[in-house]
């Protein structure tokens, strides 16, 4: 299985902190995808970063991604109370099909 | 864009009763999705479909369960008969050509 593995399973900060969320998969990968989970919501998409590219940002957030480590980073930059959800990491088949395995999630509580 | 739509929100039945779960998928999008989500096992993909026509059913537990696209526009899970252990929320989730996939809001099942 190449199932992702984020890392802290929980995190509780204040309002304006960074959060940093990591995600170790096993098998070599096309791309890998972080998702956010409000509670009560399905998955929304975040971000995209291909195994070619190291560093994405899109407004608050930057992603980071190792392929030799098999790592990845998300870092939300001042986060508000707002950002409160569950966050996966999610990567693909090196095959490229249409398979993405979810991680099992990262719960960020952020403090107002 | 409406998102894709998923009926009922929530559903809640009795073991050995038959339950189908519905989706409407985004317009355009080709590809569809069924996952489960449970505390223990996380979010598992359970059925995708392409163009209609289902690709890979490995996820699908077992026989009770079953998946259907008719058309475009509709896809159903069905549980026959339904057991406590298929308590879960079950999600669909639609895309375009290598894109992003997009979520609904989960169907809460419980089956007591």
């Known amino acids: 299985s190449q199932q992702g593995e984020e890392d802290p399973q929980a995190l509780s900060i204040q309002e304006g902190e960074n959060a940093t969320m990591n995600c170790s998969y096993k098998?070599?990968?096309?791309?890998l995808q972080w998702y956010r989970q409000n509670s009560g919501r399905g998955l929304v998409h975040l971000i995209l970063?291909?195994?070619?590219?190291r560093e994405k940002h899109s407004g608050r957030l930057r992603v980071t991604l190792d392929t030799s480590k098999k790592s990845s980073s998300l870092l939300i930059t001042a986060s508000r109370a707002a950002d409160t959800a569950s966050y996966f990491c999610?990567?693909?088949?090196?095959?490229?099909?249409?398979?993405?395995?979810f991680g099992t999630g990262t719960r960020l509580k952020v403090l107002a | 864009d409406a998102g894709v739509i998923q009926s009922p929100r929530h559903e809640v039945t009795e073991m050995g009763q038959e339950v189908t779960l519905r989706c409407k998928p985004i317009?355009?999008?080709?590809?569809l999705f069924w996952y489960r989500q449970t505390m223990m096992r996380g979010l598992e993909l359970l059925i995708y479909?392409?163009?209609?026509?289902?690709?890979?059913d490995s996820g699908m537990p077992e026989d009770r369960f079953s998946a259907k696209m008719p058309n475009a526009s509709f896809s159903t899970l069905k549980i026959q008969p339904s057991e406590p252990r298929d308590s879960a929320v079950y999600f669909c989730?639609?895309?375009?050509?290598?894109?992003?996939?997009?979520f609904g809001d989960g169907t809460r099942l419980s089956i007591l």
């Open positions: 989730a639609s895309s375009g050509q290598d894109q992003p996939q997009h």
């Open positions: 098998t070599s990968i096309n791309n």
């Open positions: 970063i291909r195994s070619n590219e």
């Open positions: 999610a990567t693909d088949a090196p095959s490229g099909t249409y398979k993405y395995i």
């Open positions: 317009s355009g999008h080709n590809s």
């Open positions: 479909f392409n163009n209609n026509v289902p690709i890979d």
